[in-house]
């Protein structure tokens, strides 16, 4: 929060996991060059000299205070547009980035987007952490910590019946946490199929018995939609016989699963050692890096599908 008692646009904030990726892809590896090695997180604040009364009076008063207290061991100023673009770029690569780790554990985006206000994050990310420590796994952590809204992707293994069942277990134990600290468990991207197993919980049965009514109101026949945001347990006395909109469970619908295996086509081409350091082998492995952002279909610039932006085809 100290970072907010500045004349700040912007704070947002990058960790280790997403530079040492960075520093392995061809495309940002220059961008990540003047981080100081052993950076563990970087804070980014971005100032708007529109808001400023003093610029380069601000940005000196910010630098000296998170020196001189401890909580920076060195500062990196950009004030090119083009030093600022590639802080930008480094900062927005940050989900291809981290989806691009090598192996089947990935930072998956289940609870991603949890709000707290900015004066309760330190501790909350402690808390989460012991969270974390109790699954036995880590996470990476990337996004906007200005508005509390520190998007946190756990690691795990979703092929495998350990994974999801810990997926499952950190997503009941941090609407809790959120409570607790005053927040939100879904401060960006909406609720969706991700979150609603847990809503009754963080908003309680009175609201999320409204819900239910106003969703029996207004759609009768649960046809829209049926269990996103607004469910109903299978002996609730309201829940339909054709099953529409009962029970919700964030262990179904998964992109691999416990019984998932890959399906391993015959190339002209050989795809073994395509991993970032000669690891990882097959065609197979490379489909699973998609994590749809798109950024493969873009038409000029930067990193593209060149097979896509001849043919304007996903082939």
Known sequence: PAALDFDVSAVELMDDEVFRLAGDSTEFAQYVDPIPEGTAAALMLEFDSELCDDFEAAIEGTNAHFVEQGAAFD?????????Q????????AAI???MSLEGDPKPYPFIEDATVPPAELAEYVVEFEEILDDHDTSAA??????????HIRPILTLKEEDGIEAMHSISDDVPSLVLDHDGAFSGEHGDG?????????LYGPDLWSAFQELKLAADPDRRMNPGTVVYWDEDDENAPEDGRGVGADTREHLRYGAAYSSLEPQTTMSFDGTGAEG???????????CNGCGTCRQTEGETMCPTYRASREEI
Do not use: Q
Request: hydrophobic fraction near 40%.
């Open 75 to 83: 500062v990196l100023e950009a004030h090119s547009a083009e030093d």
């Open 96 to 98: 291809p980035l981290l």
């Open 141 to 150: 952590y990337f996004a906007h910590a200005g508005s509390g809204t520190l």
């Open 85 to 92: 673009s590639k802080l930008w770029k480094l900062r927005k």
């Open 193 to 201: 199929l991700a979150r609603t197993e847990f809503n009754p919980k």
């Open 279 to 289: 690891g990882e082998e097959g065609f197979s492995h490379l489909v699973e890096l």
